[in-house]
């Protein structure tokens, strides 16, 4: 249920397998979507899928330049890590030499093997074209009926075109997003209370945006080289109100949504959207700028409510990918990643499904449900302390380190050591170490020593970020293999070849082992990598 991009390479791949598939869909592409932003965890998922099921377009998506190279219809922005800002209201954006309102981590050494932004319409609409092409039954525009349930089967129906629609089910996999077709028709129970944090987005598509680094630079602010350009990136700028997301694509488009605390978001979803946009606008100088001569491509729309939870992922016959489970915010951009490590699951769950088999594909799909809601909590806390930071950029600054600590230690793990002879592949690993005991008492230590960062800062009313600055770096320290929490790199972190030879032993492996392994990581044996490589 659903044909957006997880639904229809999971489609994809089942059909690879032997099974009969049906995608379905109430809408049509191409079409608008959120969550636009790859990661490194996205490309490496991307590339085992490839592998494993002979599907080398995913292989492509999952590197900028081999997306350039092999797709270059399917557009795409560039995508070479993450970068924040911190504005004051009523004031243009200030930054000086010291760099203290700015914040730059690489996610990759150079463009050729860089992560993207994915224009979800062309996407999205590349993907079912791709399952129809393998021979997925694809359905779209179609009403579907509550499903009747069977003991080993579900009996779907609905309408295309005022003609009905049946499909008799082993198993249906709702990949709806937001949409929660299961939740309707299941007793899943919503489970929003486990979710503290509250935010409403206000959001479109724009042309004619001007590049930020230039604007800033023309009100006094200054921005020492960082080890990318500034706006080819995830762009965060932080307000007293939120946040704003700004996601260039390479013709020109920008992707851009205030984010919006629970106590602001009332006031402004109930406003006209581009009115609301506006009034936002206006309170930022630099802002106002930058998006002074901006047309929108999409009306602007606003979302009262993005948190959403269910109390469970999966069941016998019937299993929800993470977006349709669950949704926290879209900062640190974790929702490709955690989609399609979800797809990995259940299509190794599935590989060799039949009835000889269902005993064991019974106990995957507990463990899927299982995994999926120990990483929904995993996130929430990670998430909702940053959101807690974000007022104060001196505590979030070294606090996002341990979103990257956990990123970058994952992938490198992943990709310089052989997969585990037990615990099973890499794909029932805990997304951002959801199933590691280290990095769970990671983010429950850095939540705890933000807590008391505030209420230290908010009774004494003085500057306590260099010693929150301290703690993190000890606290990320089991698994700092990016040299991040470095006082001498200002805000600016490159990719670091030397910190993770440092740390090869928090991968279990040696200098030596890590320099034979250094072939496998992004930007080795590629074209475009390194000389030294």
Not at 53 to 74: F, I, K, Q, S, T
Request: charged share 20%.
């Amino acid at each position: 249920m659903g044909s957006g991009f997880a639904g229809s390479i999971l489609a994809r791949i089942l059909q690879r397998q032997g099974h009969e598939v049906a995608l379905v869909d109430r809408g049509a592409h191409p079409r608008f979507a959120l969550g636009e932003s790859s990661t490194p965890l996205a490309a490496i998922c991307l590339e085992r899928l490839a592998a494993r099921y002979a599907l080398p377009d995913l292989g492509h998506l999952a590197a900028y330049g081999r997306w350039l190279a092999h797709l270059p219809d399917v557009r795409r922005g560039l995508k070479r890590g993450f970068t924040f800002y911190r504005h004051k209201p009523g004031e243009p954006f200030r930054n000086s030499s010291a760099n203290e309102h700015r914040l730059l981590v690489a996610a990759s050494p150079h463009d050729f093997v860089a992560d993207s932004h994915w224009l979800r319409s062309d996407v999205d609409h590349f993907l079912v074209r791709q399952a129809a092409a393998a021979g997925v039954m694809f359905s779209d525009r179609t009403a579907l009926d509550a499903p009747a349930w069977r003991p080993r089967e579900a009996l779907v129906t609905g309408h295309r075109d005022g003609r009905a629609w049946r499909f008799a089910a082993h198993l249906v996999i709702d990949a709806s997003g937001a949409g929660g077709f299961l939740a309707r028709y299941l007793p899943i129970a919503p489970d929003l209370r486990r979710v503290r944090l509250r935010t409403g987005l206000v959001y479109s598509h724009f042309d004619g945006t001007r590049p930020f680094e230039q604007v800033a630079a023309a009100l006094g602010a200054e921005l020492p080289p960082g080890p990318y350009p500034d706006e080819r990136a995830a762009v965060h700028h932080l307000l007293d109100e939120g946040w704003l997301y700004v996601l260039p694509f390479d013709h020109g488009t920008v992707s851009a949504g205030f984010v919006l605390r629970r106590d602001i978001a009332g006031r402004f979803v109930a406003l006209p959207p581009d009115r609301a946009w506006r009034e936002l606008l206006a309170r930022y100088p630099t802002l106002a700028a930058q998006f002074g001569e901006a047309r929108p491509l999409e009306p602007i729309a606003t979302i009262p409510l993005l948190q959403r939870r269910l109390t469970r992922a999966a069941g016998p016959n019937w299993a929800l990918l993470p977006h349709a489970f669950a949704f926290v915010s879209p900062l640190f951009s974790t929702g490709i990643a955690w989609s399609l490590l979800a797809v990995e699951r259940l299509a190794l769950a599935l590989e060799d499904a039949s009835p000889k088999t269902a005993h064991r594909v019974a106990r995957q799909l507990a463990q899927y449900d299982a995994l999926t809601r120990a990483e929904a909590i995993h996130l929430s806390r990670l998430v909702q302390a940053a959101y807690d930071a974000m007022q104060c950029f001196d505590l979030f600054a070294p606090f996002s380190f341990l979103y990257f600590a956990l990123a970058s230690y994952t992938e490198a793990l992943q990709r310089l050591r052989p997969e585990p002879e037990r615990g099973g592949p890499w794909a029932w690993r805990g997304f951002l170490g959801a199933s590691d005991p280290v990095a769970t008492k990671m983010v429950r230590q850095a939540g705890a020593a933000l807590r008391h960062a505030i209420r230290r800062r908010t009774r004494e009313a003085d500057n306590r970020g260099s010693a929150f600055f301290e703690t993190m770096a000890r606290i990320i320290a089991p698994r700092n293999v990016a040299g991040l929490a470095e006082p001498a790199r200002c805000g600016l972190y490159p990719v670091d070849l030397e910190a993770l030879v440092r740390g090869a032993h928090l991968l279990g492996l040696s200098p030596e082992e890590i320099a034979v392994a250094m072939p496998r990581l992004r930007g080795f044996g590629e074209s475009g990598s390194p000389a030294a490589a």
